[in-house]
């Protein structure tokens, strides 16, 4: 699993974004990104604009990007939420791969087991 679980301000970067607490739906969540990250206008709202936004990001300063997680958003939503998570995973793999940039993803470390458990349930799918 390529995501920290760490209490609040363990992990710094040039590029910090946070997604808010209480998100439980896939439009807020996009919409949180978009704020947060700092997405081109032409970003879509959808999951394919996520999953092209996040493995890009060549509108932000040079140097690593942390989105660090308030609590776990979509937890009501266990597809969106699985979604959302695999394409957090690969954006981290594909970054860390390319050597360009440190793409950090935290989430609280009370979520640890949760998310652990939806990528198991993704990759077993």
Not at 5 to 10: A, L, N, P, Q, V
Not at 54 to 75: A, E, F, Q, T, Y
């Amino acid at each position: 699993m390529n995501f920290i679980f760490e209490k609040e301000d363990e992990t710094r970067a040039v590029n910090m974004a946070e997604v808010p607490s209480g998100i439980q739906s896939k439009a807020a969540l996009l919409d949180a990104l978009f704020v947060a990250l700092r997405f081109p206008d032409y970003f879509g709202g959808n999951w394919d604009a996520l999953d092209e936004c996040i493995r890009d990001l060549s509108w932000l300063p040079h140097g690593d990007v942390v989105l660090r997680h308030k609590d776990l958003p979509l937890l009501e939503d266990r597809p969106a939420l699985s979604t959302y998570l695999a394409i957090l995973n690969d954006a981290v793999g594909k970054w860390s791969a390319s050597g360009e940039r440190n793409f950090v993803v935290v989430f609280p470390p009370e979520t640890r087991c949760v998310v652990q458990n939806i990528l198991v349930d993704a990759q077993g799918a």
